[in-house]
């Protein structure tokens, strides 16, 4: 029988620096009683200058595997699902890769916006399941604020930034990942992008000085998409994973505006105890606000082993999409002893990281610029 994929390990990290609503006011024409009442975000979290997109995702890993005995060496794949990458190339994957010393992984980013953590886990659980795989790390990381127009009030009091990671392996328990819908409509592509700085229009002065560089959102006929889809997305995750809604003891959405998860509560008929709602202190962390409500609701004691969860969520391209699990508890927890090797193993990472980059730079002295065995 197919092995199930089960999320065996999760973790979250966000930036120390927290920006209220009375902060932006300070910097756009905005107000908090504004923000509150057609977003329900009162505060977002914002990377430091030295915090990036990988620095975020490789934390929230990290924890995420501190809860497992799974070692970065037993890592098959790793996944960071980011609008927000350090760099068209590499993959902000392969980064994280590097940092904890996941020697065997093969590492690759997803681009579906704020739904690509759903796209990401249903990735790994399908490897898992075919039996390819056998343990994934899947990531949404992002910081947005790097790709914000701080000058436009309509988009810059939305975001935040941080990440959340989980482990998943395969299983003899039933459980786990159940079903996912999938979904996108690339005619909406406009309505929410970053025109510039891909093969379309490359950064040049003009786009940065017109700021093409940073989001674009037609902020009203996304909020009608969403509130569309969101309601659409979640019942038919429920039915393919043969369950009724009433079996659904929390559904996870994405977080980006409190009146679009209050319609799709109304929409199918849930009181909203049924949702995990956490913007007010994070905002839109993209990709990564599903992964970080489900940390917080499960350090809050509201998903308990046994539940039975739809993530749902939508985003620019437009993507959205659903996924149904049962959640279980980690098989074994890590012992001391088993931690402070992981310590150990993290130290050795970085050491192997340093030795494999100044060999990069010795083999390039060594064979001068032009690639071994080009004539
Ligand atoms: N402060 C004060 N006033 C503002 C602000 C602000 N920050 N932003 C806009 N306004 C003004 C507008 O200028 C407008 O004024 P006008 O009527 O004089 O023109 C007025 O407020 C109303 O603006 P609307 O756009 O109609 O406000 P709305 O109620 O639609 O709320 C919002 C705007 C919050 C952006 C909402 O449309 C929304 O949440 N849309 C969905 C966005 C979303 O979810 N995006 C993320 C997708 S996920 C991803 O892939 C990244």
């Not at 977002?44 to 490789?58: C, F, K, M, P, Q």
């Not at 010393?101 to 759903?118: K, N, P, Q, V």
């Not at 003009?206 to 998409?225: A, C, P």
């Not at 019942?235 to 679009?260: T, W």
Request: charged share 20%; aromatic share 6%; with cysteine.
């Amino acid at each position: 029988m197919a092995p199930f994929a089960h999320v065996i390990g999760w973790g979250m990290a966000v930036p120390e620096r927290v920006m209220t609503n009375d902060d932006l006011a300070k910097i756009v024409d905005t107000n908090d009683e504004w923000i509150v009442s057609r977003s329900g975000i009162h505060s977002r979290h914002i990377a430091a200058e030295n915090e990036s997109t990988a620095i975020l995702a490789t934390r929230a890993a990290a924890q995420a595997l501190a809860m497992t005995t799974v070692e970065p060496a037993d890592l098959d794949l790793i996944i960071v699902s980011t609008s927000s990458p350090e760099h068209i190339f590499p993959a902000t994957a392969c980064l994280v890769q590097d940092a904890l010393g996941a020697a065997r992984a093969g590492a690759f980013d997803l681009s579906a916006a704020c739904t690509g953590f759903i796209f990401a886990v249903n990735m790994a659980a399908q490897a898992i399941r075919t039996g390819s795989i056998r343990t994934a790390l899947v990531i949404g990381a992002e910081t947005l604020s790097r790709l914000v127009n701080w000058e436009d009030r309509s988009t810059c009091v939305l975001f935040g930034d941080g990440a959340g990671a989980f482990v998943m392996q395969a299983s003899d328990r039933p459980g786990g990942v159940l079903s996912c819908v999938m979904r996108s409509d690339g005619s909406g592509a406009s309505l929410l992008s970053i025109p510039a700085g891909g093969s379309r229009m490359p950064t040049t002065a003009e786009t940065v000085q017109r700021k093409l560089h940073t989001i674009q959102m037609n902020g009203r006929e996304v909020f009608r998409f969403a509130t569309r889809v969101m309601a659409s997305a979640t019942k038919e995750a429920a039915v393919k994973a043969g369950l009724r809604l009433e079996d659904i003891e929390l559904v996870v959405p994405h977080q980006a505006n409190l009146r679009i998860i209050e319609t799709a509560a109304r929409a199918l008929k849930l009181p909203m105890d049924r949702f995990v709602v956490n913007i007010a202190n994070y905002g839109n962390t993209s990709t990564a606000s599903i992964p970080i409500a489900i940390c917080e609701a499960t350090a809050d004691g509201r998903i308990r082993p046994g539940d039975h969860l739809i993530m749902v969520g939508f985003g620019a391209g437009l993507t959205w999409g659903a996924l149904a699990l049962q959640w279980v508890s980690p098989e074994r927890r890590p012992t001391p002893a088993r931690r402070g090797r992981r310590r150990f193993l993290t130290f050795l990472a970085h050491v192997r990281s340093f030795f494999r980059r100044f060999w990069w730079r010795i083999e390039g002295l060594l064979w001068g610029a032009e690639p071994r065995g080009r004539t």
